[in-house]
């Protein structure tokens, strides 16, 4: 039974704060991702449930046990760094074995996990190599070997997939998707790519500048992000953001296009919004916009095109603004051509502008 | 195409030059050195004749028989000095490294206020000519009554090597990635265990290299082993070379035999270790 | 009981700290003491002879001091540019090889195993004007037909002198520098090929300036023992004949050691630190200022 609290957590270097007083409930068996961009302090919370880091105030307990004091090594947990951080002088054998070796356990009990292990991950064949023999992809595998050898009651993975290129970085995330799967083991898991987050988290943990913004299953963060910053830093590519005054139960935008407000929001007459929709929300007449009852309709001139196969992105301006659109079961467009656009109003976001804050209910 | 033929032509001049240039620099530099040892084997009447004899007629084993044997020549105690000389150089090298070790760890993983100025401090302590610091060493000694002695002379080394093997050391484990250790202490290791089992085993090529370097410095050291050693009972193999030497004449061969022996060892360990010593200094210097 | 908790650093500095000052600080303080007495080897009560800067007046207002000190500035001038030059050259030119390069590089390595005082010998012999294998290699190509008297004439013996240095130390520069050639980024330099460079302007604005944190460490451990160039002078001249070759580091150690005149010895050693100190630091800090330039800074 591992579940990890964090309270009132909080990270300084010196007299400069890295970490505000988060406070983060993770249940036992959940895969958590720590997620933001570089500097938001999610790997040294990371370093800090690891022990690597002190904790300069609130506590971290880990199962039943407050851990703020304990040495790495009497945490009971596991780690895989961002570059391996694989003994180079030892083969994959004892680098798998390792810790099972420092804790002192008989010869048999090492040899049966480390198989057992290297059967997981289908490491068998490369026991007898050092790691300088070993590529990419398979150093990843043996980093997430010594892992699990040891049955930890938590997995810490540091950006593990960050060194990897863009077709193993795709596979493996499948394989650690497969291996949670497998031993149901907590995971923490600190990433900066968003895609990541999405397809492998149970609930996602969006952080920014030592804060946490928003916490929620994936589809909950996705489609209702608590502010600009989640919304723009969630979703491919990022949602478009125009800013826009209410007037009068509509939204006018910064030419005096006039749009319904959409439904569901609250705002003031007068308020200086920013108004949120996705690419997914806004398609040309005629390209398999699924019918709503909440419409609205712009005529805006394409800038520029990025087919992608089953769809196409188009770049078009809207008040001035660059926005992005989707059009499915696309046919060539030229560029400057002035297509008829549906924006899916439900669908739609708005956020203050000044402090950024969703104002959907 | 006349261009071409001049560039062509051009090139072909730059290729001999660079040759030649190479030729004649790979020359100067060892033809002192062979030069020492080609004497150590001719007997002193062609060394010193006049005019020069400059193909060798005669090559004989006379000034190592001498050298080893102590007869002749003031029968210099060649073998105590080289027993000396190992025993300071040894000795001084290995307690040189441990404290170099700590240092340079500390240097390399530590967040440490000051630290360029402190590293630039320990440098700076190498920096004092031997001659200056043998002065008032040799007074202290003096008192102490630690002149002449194995004891007084590996201290000496020891501290004229530390700042050296500090900078190296640190070089050496900067290339050691922090994650490795952070890894070990996960997998249960104490920091003490972390440092023993992983680090230390990564960076050894490293840290023996650095031990060579002490070592050489130690075995080649003049100005201070010249003062602070006065007979059998400590002098090493450099202040021997001087025995050859009388007020009007001088031994070439039999230096040039006992100038063999000294540079053997050296020669040796300098070739094993060539490629980590460059990596070491290069990477402690560069990436500050 | 209260136990003090130093900072894990520091205990690891300590060893190295602790006896740094047992055999370099505090043997300096004592002879910046025995600085200010008029303290004599032979005579041992003298240490208590308070004289103030006397010994440093004395230096100042001494004529064989003042030339020994320009004679060792001019030295290590002279020394150390031309062992830069002659190093970058040899590592540049070690560098065009393709084959046999690692035999070429060990070669290069040849000299900083010879201790230096067998270096002061070994250029010694050369240079003896009368069996010496330079006089003998004119003599017998037939350039001149004198015994050139190389380390009897002030100017030629400062020549002989810098020759053996030169020899020695060239190697230091060589082959940091043809690390610093290993290590430069290919992709600037065949930018500025592509840019147009000619191979000159490719080496000045592009090459060099990568090379000189490497310039700068090999300066910096260089700094650090260029005293060991008392070795070889105290061989080949002894600061002789006459004085015509006198260094700081020889006239120091004949004052202290031959005349037994400690106090006055110490003074001018510590002149002799200063000036060592202030190569290495400016050294240093030319090698932190290229690191930061270059963004290799931590």
Aim: glycine share 8%; proline share 6%.
């Amino acid at each position: 039974m591992a579940q990890v609290v964090l309270q009132d957590v909080v990270k300084n270097y010196g007299a400069l704060p890295v970490v505000h007083a988060i406070n983060l409930d993770i249940a036992h068996g959940e895969f958590v991702v720590l997620v933001g961009p570089s500097g938001c302090g999610k790997s040294t919370t990371l370093r800090m449930i690891a022990g690597l880091e002190e904790i300069s105030g609130g506590r971290v307990r880990i199962g039943d046990r407050v851990v703020n004091d304990l040495p790495p090594r009497d945490r009971n947990i596991s780690m895989v760094f961002q570059n391996y951080a694989l003994y180079p002088h030892m083969t994959v054998r004892e680098n798998l074995g390792f810790s099972l070796y420092i804790a002192k356990r008989p010869k048999a009990e090492i040899e049966r996990a480390v198989d057992q292990a290297a059967e997981i991950l289908s490491l068998t064949p490369l026991l007898d190599r050092k790691p300088g023999q070993l590529s990419g992809g398979q150093r990843q595998r043996v980093a997430m070997g010594r892992a699990i050898v040891r049955h930890p009651d938590v997995f810490l993975f540091d950006e593990p997939l960050s060194n990897l290129d863009a077709k193993l970085r795709t596979q493996m995330r499948v394989e650690i998707k497969r291996l949670h799967q497998k031993v149901g083991t907590t995971i923490i898991y600190v990433t900066h790519d968003q895609i990541e987050a999405m397809t492998l988290a149970d609930r996602i943990v969006i952080m920014r500048d030592g804060h946490i913004v928003q916490i929620g299953t994936p589809l909950e963060v996705f489609e209702r992000p608590v502010n600009a910053f989640v919304a723009t830093f969630i979703g491919s590519p990022p949602m478009n953001l125009l800013p826009a005054t209410v007037r009068s139960g509509g939204l006018r935008l910064a030419d005096g296009t006039v749009i319904p407000l959409p439904p569901g929001l609250t705002a003031r007459e007068g308020q200086a919004v920013q108004f949120g929709v996705r690419a997914d929300n806004i398609m040309p007449e005629g390209h398999s916009m699924p019918p709503t009852a909440h419409m609205a309709l712009v005529e805006m001139p394409v800038t520029l095109t990025e087919p992608l196969g089953t769809e196409t992105l188009l770049f078009a301006t809207l008040a001035g603004t660059e926005v992005q659109a989707k059009m499915l079961n696309p046919r060539p467009v030229r560029t400057g051509e002035v297509l008829r656009f549906g924006i899916a109003l439900d669908k739609c976001h708005l956020f203050d502008a000044d402090t950024g804050a969703s104002l959907r209910v | 195409m006349d261009v071409r033929r001049q560039h062509r032509l051009r090139r072909r001049l730059l290729t001999a030059a660079h040759f030649i240039g190479l030729f004649l620099a790979m020359s100067i530099i060892c033809l002192p050195g062979l030069w020492v040892v080609l004497n150590s084997f001719r007997p002193t009447v062609e060394i010193m004749a006049k005019p020069p004899v400059w193909i060798p007629t005669e090559l004989n084993l006379d000034h190592y028989r001498a050298m080893f044997g102590g007869i002749g020549e003031g029968g210099v105690p060649v073998l105590t000095y080289f027993w000396n000389s190992l025993v300071i150089s040894l000795t001084s090298t290995v307690i040189a490294l441990l404290v170099g070790m700590a240092g340079g760890y500390a240097f390399a993983r530590y967040r440490i206020p000051g630290k360029s100025a402190i590293f630039v401090g320990l440098m700076v302590t190498r920096a004092v000519p031997g001659v200056a610091l043998s002065l008032p060493l040799f007074i202290l000694y003096g008192r102490l009554g630690i002149i002449d002695t194995h004891f007084g002379m590996i201290l000496v080394y020891v501290a004229l090597n530390v700042p050296f093997t500090i900078w190296l050391i640190d070089g050496f484990f900067r290339q050691v990635p922090k994650e490795l250790a952070e890894a070990a202490e996960i997998d249960g290791c104490t920091r003490w265990q972390a440092f023993w089992k992983v680090e230390f085993p990564v960076a050894r090529a490293g840290i023996a290299s650095a031990g060579i370097f002490a070592f050489l410095t130690s075995w080649n050291e003049y100005a201070l082993a010249s003062q602070l050693t006065r007979s059998l009972n400590s002098k090493t193999m450099p202040v021997g070379l001087m025995d050859f030497t009388s007020q009007f004449t001088l031994n070439w061969g039999g230096m040039c035999a006992l100038a063999v022996l000294m540079i053997l060892p050296a020669l040796v360990l300098t070739f094993l270790v060539q490629k980590h010593l460059i990596a070491g200094l290069t990477f402690g210097g560069v990436k500050g | 009981m209260y136990r003090m908790r130093l900072p894990p650093w520091l205990v690891l500095l300590m060893p190295a700290f602790v006896i740094l000052l047992a055999v370099v600080a505090i043997p300096l303080v004592l002879s910046l003491y025995s600085s200010f007495t008029a303290f004599q080897l032979t005579r041992p009560e003298t240490i208590t002879r308070w004289i103030g800067t006397f010994n440093y007046e004395k230096a100042i207002g001494d004529a064989n001091f003042w030339a020994a000190f320009g004679r060792t500035v001019l030295l290590l001038t002279v020394a150390l540019n031309l062992e830069m030059l002659l190093g970058l050259g040899l590592a540049l030119m070690v560098a065009k090889v393709t084959h046999g390069q690692r035999l070429l590089r060990t070669i290069m390595m040849f000299p900083m195993m010879f201790s230096p005082i067998l270096v002061g010998f070994q250029f010694k012999f050369i240079f003896n004007d009368n069996v010496g294998l330079l006089n003998n290699a004119l003599q017998s190509l037939g350039l001149t037909d004198v015994a050139i008297p190389w380390l009897v004439d002030g100017n030629l013996a400062f020549i002989a002198i810098v020759t053996a240095e030169v020899w020695t130390s060239t190697s230091v520069f060589a082959i940091l520098i043809l690390a610093g050639l290993f290590a430069i980024p290919q992709d600037p330099v065949e930018a500025a090929r592509v840019d147009g460079c000619t191979p000159w302007q490719t080496f000045r604005y592009v090459t060099l300036p990568f090379l000189m944190p490497f310039i700068y460490i090999a300066m910096a451990i260089r700094s650090l023992d260029v005293a060991r160039a008392y070795d070889i002078v105290q061989v080949m001249t002894a600061g002789g004949p006459a004085r015509r070759t006198e260094l700081l580091w020889t006239l120091i150690g004949r004052t202290g050691y031959v005349d037994a005149r400690m106090g006055y010895a110490n003074a001018m050693g510590y002149i002799a630190i200063l000036l060592s100190i202030a190569f290495t630091v400016h050294f240093f800090r030319k090698l932190s200022s290229a690191r930061t330039s270059l963004g290799m800074g931590d």
